[in-house]
T-cell receptor, first 118, second 111 residues
Framework: DSGVTQTPKHLITATGQRVTLRCSPR?????VYWYQQSLDQGLQFLIQ???????AKGNILERFSAQQFPDLHSELNLSSLELGDSALYFC?????????????????FGEGSRLTVL | SQQGEEDPQALSIQEGENATMNCSYK?????LQWYRQNSGRGLVHLIL?????REKHSGRLRVTLDTSKKSSSLLITASRAADTASYFC???????????FGKGTMLLVSP
């Protein structure tokens, strides 16, 4: 058990809909990362938050948004869903943002939220 | 785009054999990490090697890093059926603190 909690575990919805995925990081971890895993694209970095602020952005679509709340939990909002958004969405946390000079430390991953768009 | 690319895409061996997976990347890095993922589960960190290190060991795992060739290898010795999983290398490009993952090597260890 990594200590990172993601809900829901599974989600089935229709095209055009909006969903919210939730992540609770390990106790004390300030950094939260969101990744999308699909068969064709592999594991893609979406966005990182550190202590409530957006720190880095990856291949995140404009239809997607995220935030990190004062209690450090994070939510990933996916809107106007398309079939291609079907994927496993992972949240990961780490103790701190180590900065570009030191590099990323170990990430602790949740079990993921499997999204199926029909 | 993927920073790291693992090779082979899939590897099938017998219990007791060694498994070697390779990773190549494109840009200068701070660190390289290896993760393991059991089918459909979350990724689990295995080992981190810094750009100024050449080799690192952890239990049955041995990781090497050649920054001149921009490549790394993960060796699992005396494989067990429980090692069956996908293995990913992840790099953080110099100047960044986010990890970019390769597409992984799927390892099957048969009893």
């Amino acid at each position: 058990d990594s200590g990172v909690t993601q809900t829901p575990k599974h989600l089935i919805t229709a095209t055009g809909q909006r969903v919210t995925l939730r992540c609770s990081p390990r106790s004390g971890d300030l950094s939260v990362y969101w990744y999308q895993q699909s068969l064709d694209q592999g594991l893609q970095f979406l966005i990182q938050y550190y202590n409530g602020e957006e720190r880095a952005k990856g291949n995140i679509l404009e239809r997607f948004s995220a935030q990190q709340f004062p209690d450090l939990h994070s939510e990933l909002n996916l809107s106007s869903l398309e079939l291609g958004d079907s994927a496993l969405y992972f949240c990961a946390s780490s103790p701190q943002d180590r900065g570009g000079l030191v590099g990323a430390g170990e990430l602790f991953f949740g079990e993921g939220s499997r999204l199926t768009v029909l | 785009s993927q920073q790291g690319e693992e090779d082979p895409q899939a590897l099938s061996i017998q219990e007791g054999e060694n498994a070697t997976m390779n990773c190549s990347y494109k840009t200068s890095i701070n660190n390289l990490q290896w993760y393991r993922q059991n089918s459909g589960r979350g990724l689990v960190h295995l080992i981190l090697i810094r750009s100024n290190e050449r080799e690192k060991h952890s239990g049955r795992l041995r990781v090497t890093l050649d920054t001149s060739k921009k490549s790394s290898s993960l060796l699992i010795t005396a494989s067990r059926a429980a090692d069956t999983a996908s293995y990913f290398c992840a790099t953080d490009a110099r100047g960044y603190s986010t990890l970019t993952f390769g597409k992984g090597t799927m390892l099957l260890v048969s009893p």
